[in-house]
């Protein structure tokens, strides 16, 4: 286990059709962030799991999006009836429950871009 | 206002050059400090902390300075290879790490 993993890397769909992301996180990593990033701009928080405990949604997750982390290993981000202001990189990150000494040992995947065209 | 505000950038800078980047954070709760690197199209990866007492990573030196909710980069020496977009990013609240990133500067050294 190196890292974190995305999938699919890229995703061009049309809008209103639902996508499916997946995140595999760093195995004991029990900490699971998704963020979205826009071109010119930093990620910005989308939502939070401890386990398979969603803790904390953001207001820009609306009702259209929704992430699950079923069994506390793997992560799943559904985005139904896609618009084009959805086209961004989600990233996925995950850490361990301990803070380490450099940065929480936070570690993100690669992303996935998606353009709703 | 947003949480976590940089410098527009970009940055151009010749190879050698020492540049600066600076940041500001508008909660005073925050508790944690970060500069992230981020490549083209690839994800953010951890830089360095940022601690009160300032601290330096080779060629690298970041400053905090709590009273103004201030977080600066110093690069010296510049090389080819440091161009990229630098994040500022902090930390609310102990507890799960949730992370505010400023918006980013680009740096771009050249020849």
């Known amino acids: 286990d190196t890292g974190v993993s995305q999938d699919p890397r890229h995703k061009i769909t049309k809008r209103g059709q639902n996508v499916t992301f997946r995140c595999d996180p760093i195995?004991?990593?029990?900490?699971l962030y998704w963020y979205r990033q826009t071109l010119g701009q930093g990620p910005e928080f989308l939502t939070y799991?401890?386990?398979?405990?969603?803790?904390?949604k953001s207001r820009l997750l609306s009702d259209r999006f929704s992430a699950e982390r079923p069994k506390g290993s793997f992560s799943t981000l559904e985005i139904q009836r896609t618009e084009q202001g959805d086209s961004a990189m989600y990233l996925c990150?995950?850490?361990?429950?301990?803070?380490?000494?450099?940065?929480?040992?936070?570690?993100f995947g690669s992303g996935t871009r998606l353009t709703v065209v | 206002r947003k949480e976590v505000e940089q410098d527009p950038g970009p940055f151009n800078v010749p190879e050698g050059a020492t540049v600066a980047f600076n940041c500001t954070y508008s909660?005073?709760?925050?508790?944690?400090f970060f500069w992230y690197r981020q490549d083209c199209r690839k994800e953010p990866k951890l830089l360095m902390s940022?601690?009160?007492s300032g601290n330096e990573d080779g060629r690298f030196t970041a400053q905090l300075n709590r009273a103004s909710q201030y977080i600066s980069l110093l690069i010296r020496d510049s090389k080819l290879s440091d161009s990229a977009t630098y994040l500022c990013?902090?930390?609310?609240?102990?507890?799960?790490?949730?992370?505010?990133f400023g918006a980013g500067t680009r740096l771009a050294v050249h020849p």
């Open positions: 990150a995950s850490s361990p429950r301990e803070a380490g000494p450099r940065g929480y040992g936070y570690t």
């Open positions: 195995s004991e990593h029990n900490r």
């Open positions: 799991f401890q386990n398979e405990a969603q803790l904390e």
């Open positions: 909660n005073s709760a925050s508790q944690s």
């Open positions: 940022v601690y009160s």
């Open positions: 990013v902090v930390n609310l609240s102990g507890g799960y790490n949730k992370l505010i």
